[in-house]
């Protein structure tokens, strides 16, 4: 293999990156969403374009190809979607295996992925263990969704009586046009959605409900860690647009370090790894 090809997709698009063996950067491409769940050829198309692009009218067949996929734990595009790729050796994993890649390097570590979604991953010995994220309606606790929701559920046991009552809780409820109005936008409501309450909710810091949902994530972020960890004096990297809230909130009980790269990052030293020597 004379090149290599990483490739981070998900349902807001993807990327790509070709490099030559010495890891020169050789071209970046994007296209379109990459939603292997939902639109497998769609997602195909996507990719096929970003690496397209990526590798400027370079033999697709000389690559050595690693494709982190948002999906890829539970659509089964391990089995499907390589077979069906014109690189040379290809190789389709989760997009938490490709983030954990980047972000820690071939280091042993703890990575929070916390963003819309969340998901936790080991890497210890060369092996990445993953726990969660298995999307906002059975997972992804701490999560942006995840936070939205709980939220929602808070401010309606608050109007019975049942929670505490706060400011933020009776404004969203009153914006939504009362309870029915919460559990209609809650029923067609995208993950992106709900985590669109997160800044109201972490800016309302004497809302007794708002405190309450971020202490029961920071909880969830703690526990997944601590689970992982082992016992195991291992470091923490958090990654996402929640990455920072967590992270603060938790301060000082890891040693937590700054992330060594992106996903993209992360896929193309796995691609290089497939190549082999």
């Not at 089995?79 to 190789?91: H, N, Q």
């Not at 709900?194 to 949902?213: C, G, Q, S, T």
């Amino acid at each position: 293999m004379e090149l290599l090809l990483g490739l981070d997709g998900g349902g807001s698009g993807c990327r790509a990156v070709a490099a030559d063996r010495a890891g020169r950067v050789l071209g970046r491409g994007e296209a379109g969403p990459a939603n292997i769940m939902s639109d497998p050829e769609g997602a195909r198309a996507s990719i096929m374009a970003a690496a397209g692009r990526a590798l400027g009218g370079r033999d697709p067949a000389r690559a050595a190809a690693c494709l982190g996929l948002a999906g890829a734990n539970m659509s089964g595009a391990r089995e499907w979607l390589a077979p069906l790729l014109p690189f040379g050796r290809s190789r389709v994993v989760h997009d938490a295996v490709t983030s954990v890649a980047g972000a820690l390097g071939p280091a042993d570590g703890i990575v929070a992925a916390l963003g819309t979604g969340s998901i936790f991953a080991r890497q210890f010995g060369g092996e990445v263990v993953t726990l969660g994220g298995w999307g906002m309606v059975l997972s992804d606790e701490a999560s942006g969704a995840w936070l939205g929701k709980r939220f929602l559920a808070q401010a309606l046991r608050a109007g019975e009586g049942l929670a505490p009552q706060g400011p933020l809780a009776d404004a969203l409820v009153a914006e939504m046009g009362g309870p029915a109005g919460v559990v209609g936008f809650a029923r067609t409501a995208t993950g992106a959605e709900f985590a669109a309450l997160v800044p109201r909710i972490a800016a309302a810091v004497d809302d007794p409900a708002a405190e309450a949902v971020l202490a029961e994530g920071t909880g969830h972020v703690i526990a997944a860690v601590e689970h992982l960890r082992g016992g195991r004096a291992l470091p923490v990297v958090f990654l996402g647009g929640l990455g920072p809230l967590y992270a603060a909130r938790i301060a000082g009980r890891w040693e937590v370090r700054a992330p060594l790269g992106t996903a993209l990052d992360g896929a193309l030293r796995l691609a290089a790894a497939l190549a082999g020597p």
